[in-house]
Every structure is written in C-alpha cells, then in structure tokens.
C-alpha cells in the first residue's frame, strides 16, 4: 500500500487543508507515514506570514532535497509564478494551491499512482472529535502588512446548506466538536445571497444532534457585528471563547496598519462581548516593531494589554513581506533588538496575566472535551480553551468528563478526574 506524509506549518486554515488533502489520499488508498523516509509522497504545506516561517518551509524543501519519491509543495508559499518556484525548487514535483486539490489528483492520476475517477471535491474531512471546518477561504482585507489576501484571494463563503450538511455528517460519525475556520470568520456570508451570516449559520448548527461545541475563528474587530455577539451569548453549544486580533494599541499604528478600527473602539467591543458572555475567554494576535513604532505607541499596545487581560496574546516580530503595501511604502525602521525587546515585554506581561487568570481555576469543576493522549496523559480542552491535562486507565477519547483543576499554570491545566 502507499504512503504519504504530510509536514504542515502555520494556521489552523493550513490544518485544515492538510486533513483535506489526507482524507483524499486515504480516499485513494494511501496510508499515512509518521516520516519522509518511509513515504512515496511528501507534502510541504507551506506559511509565508513571517520570514521566520519561510525559511523553516526553505530548510525542510532544502532537507528533502535527495531524497527519492513524489515532494508536492502546498499552501501559501504556492503563488501565481509557478515557473519561478520551479527555478528556486527544481527537486519539487508538483506545485499546488491549497484550494485545489484536483490538480493533486489529476497529477497522481495521469503517472498512475491513484485509480482515477474520485472527486477530491466528494471526499469526505475525517472525524476526529473536534474537526476543523473551512466556511470562508481568502481574505478581502488587505492590512497593509500581510501577505494572506495575495495569496489566498478574496473571499469566497461556502454555501450554507454545504456547511451544515458537511456538520451532520460529521456530527454523525463522532465529531463533537466544529472549528469553523476562516481569516476573517466573521464576515462569512456577505459573498452569498440572502441574509446568510456567521449568526445564522451557528443558529442553524446549534441543534445539530451529536454535537456538543461549535468554535469559529478568526474574528476580525471590525466585522464582529451585534448579531453575532448576541448569538454567542444565546445559543448553548458556541464556546465562549474568542479569538480577536487588535495587533496594536495605538491608533497611528492601526491606522497605517489598515486595520478599520481604532485602540478605543476595540476597548468597547471587549467590553460588549464580556457583558454578552461573562465568562468569555478572549485571545489576541499583536505584532510589534510595526514600521516607524516609537517607544510611545508600543507603550499604548503594552498599557491596553495590561487592561484588557487577555487569556492568551500572540505576539510576532513585524516581518516585511515583499508586495505588501507597508514593504512597498514603509522602511522596516525599528532595529531588530528593539522589536526582540518589545516581544519579550509583552511575552513576560501576559505569563504574568495567564498566571492569574488560570490559578482562579485551582479546585473548580471544569469540563473538558477529550481529544486524545499526550505523554501518558490525556487531554482536552475546556469550552474556554484552556488545555486541560489528567490521568486516567479507561479509554476516555471523544468523552465530555469533568475535572477537578489541581495544578494550574500559565498554558495548561492539570487535574483529577470526576467520577
Ligand atoms: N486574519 C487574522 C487577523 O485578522 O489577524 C489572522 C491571520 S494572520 C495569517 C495571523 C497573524 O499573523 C496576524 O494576526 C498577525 O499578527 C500576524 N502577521 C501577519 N502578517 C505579519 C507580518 N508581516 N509580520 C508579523 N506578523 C504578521
Ligand atoms: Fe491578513 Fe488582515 Fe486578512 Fe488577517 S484580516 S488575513 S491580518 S489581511
């Protein structure tokens, strides 16, 4: 039988993109191989957000250069220059947008390494008991820093009866959990006739028999309407639990970031959610170092941190990516050292607030959703997000238990089972 291995980097999207391409290997009688070496096909998905991610997805390409086989090379690193690519990586085999996997099946096909004739479009995500789902692909926003919207394109929503479709079904074969994926999940149905909207499709999820969660994310600041604020706080099975990048706190910065929003507009946003959803766990994206940030605007970022306490912050170095308007328009002026400084600040800052936020949990009753097993533990998440670690002798995958918080600290939780 044929194996395929799968190396992945990046955001949930990419995730979900290789369980896609996965399912359709397995579709086709591949089965999985836990490395390059055993594996007739190698796939790289790739992430070019930041430099530090192309150049881990260079030194893989690099690293599987002699190697014999089939190497395809996905995700966002996949342009429209092909030609270019196949310059840089001669050793590659097959270059292939994300969104497409056909020209994957066409180019196993055509060497007669598949029996044609299946659909990738007709296969069917694997269940695993949370499952990600792909609502909206691309990205119309265009910040001025990111790369995404060129290489993903604009935004296309799926229709809405394929999504719950696509949910039953899951749901139906073990899922309990959806994580409804988009850049912007938020502004999921404008492309669609009719009223469709993130609001309408949780209502529509929610009564779904065998589903016990619903997640989405990524929520863009300016698109989270009161709709979908309100359907959060109404329907029993949407988590509370939001992902809502402000990237910065200072307003010149979020300006010429072209994010839509100002520092003050999102202060009352938060504070719309928390009275929504008090129990809401809320995590951020920032990037510092943003071209010609003083000391000052970061201060702000750092200060409205420092108040809005987030469960958990991502924070990134700012990375010029060529073709975006800020590498086109603004000098990459903030010394390195200062942008290594200013992460570090906001790393130590949020460790300080994690800490707190989860020793609140010491001794209180959580539930958690099991999703499998990790260093002779088993673990899960809380609707809240927090990753919650246990032992126990049964087999507990795909289980809804609680458990007794015993340990706490800033990333995880760990604690005893309830009988
Ligand atoms: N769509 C989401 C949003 O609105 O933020 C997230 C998508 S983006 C791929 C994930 C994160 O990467 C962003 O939130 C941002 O913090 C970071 N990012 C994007 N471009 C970057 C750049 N040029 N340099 C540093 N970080 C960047
Ligand atoms: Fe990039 Fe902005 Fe789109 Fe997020 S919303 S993917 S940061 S362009």
Not at 46 to 62: G, I, M, N, T
Not at 166 to 175: C, F, H, M, S
Not at 219 to 246: Q, T
Not at 251 to 256: I, N, S, T
């Amino acid at each position: 039988m044929p194996r395929y291995h799968i190396w992945t980097i990046g955001c949930q999207m990419n995730k979900a993109d290789s369980e896609h391409i996965a399912a359709y290997l397995e579709g086709v009688g591949y089965r999985p191989a836990p490395r390059p070496a055993g594996a007739d096909i190698v796939l790289l998905n790739s992430c070019v957000v930041r430099q530090s991610a192309e150049d881990k997805v260079v030194h893989k390409l690099e690293s599987l250069r002699s190697r014999e086989g089939i190497l395809a090379l996905t995700g966002c690193m996949v342009d429209s220059d092909i030609a270019g690519l196949r310059e840089r990586f001669p050793h590659v085999d097959l270059f292939f947008p994300p969104q497409d996997i056909s020209v994957l099946a066409r180019f196993l096909e055509e060497r007669g390494l598949v029996a044609g004739g299946v659909d990738p479009g007709s296969v069917a995500a694997r269940a695993a008991t949370s499952t990600f789902v792909n609502i909206i692909q691309g990205c119309d926003n265009f910040c001025s820093y990111c790369i995404v919207p060129y290489r993903r394109g604009r935004e296309r929503s799926r229709p809405m009866d394929e999504v719950v479709d696509e949910v039953k079904d899951l749901a139906q074969r073990g899922t309990k959990e959806v994580v409804l994926l988009g850049q912007n999940v938020d502004s999921y149905g404008h492309d669609l006739d009719g009223d469709a909207s993130l609001a309408e499709l949780l209502q529509r999820l929610n009564p779904i028999e065998g589903l016990n969660r619903i997640r989405f994310l990524t929520s863009h600041p300016k698109d989270m309407s009161d709709e979908l604020i309100e359907a959060m706080a109404r329907l029993d099975k949407v988590c509370e639990h939001v992902s809502l990048p402000v990237q910065a706190g200072d307003d010149g910065v979020l300006e010429a970031m072209g994010r839509g929003y100002t520092a003050g507009q999102y202060v009352r946003l938060v504070e719309r959610i928390r009275r929504a959803v008090p129990r809401v766990a809320l995590s951020t994206d920032v990037i510092v170092g943003f071209p010609g940030e003083s000391e000052k605007q970061f201060e702000k970022t750092y200060e409205l941190l420092r108040e809005l306490r987030f469960d958990t912050v991502h924070v990134a170095c700012y990375s010029p990516r060529a073709g975006t308007v800020t590498s086109r328009k603004l000098a990459d002026d903030v010394p390195d050292a200062e942008k290594v400084r200013r992460r570090k600040a906001v790393e130590d800052l949020q460790e300080g607030i994690s800490t707190e936020i989860n020793a609140k949990l010491l001794g209180k009753r959580v539930g958690v959703l099991v999703e499998g097993r990790k260093k002779g533990r088993w673990w899960g998440r809380t609707r809240t997000d927090k990753l919650v670690f246990f032992d126990d002798s049964a087999d507990r995958a795909g289980q809804l238990v609680d458990v007794e918080v015993t340990h706490t600290s800033p990333w995880s939780l760990r604690g005893e089972l309830l009988g």
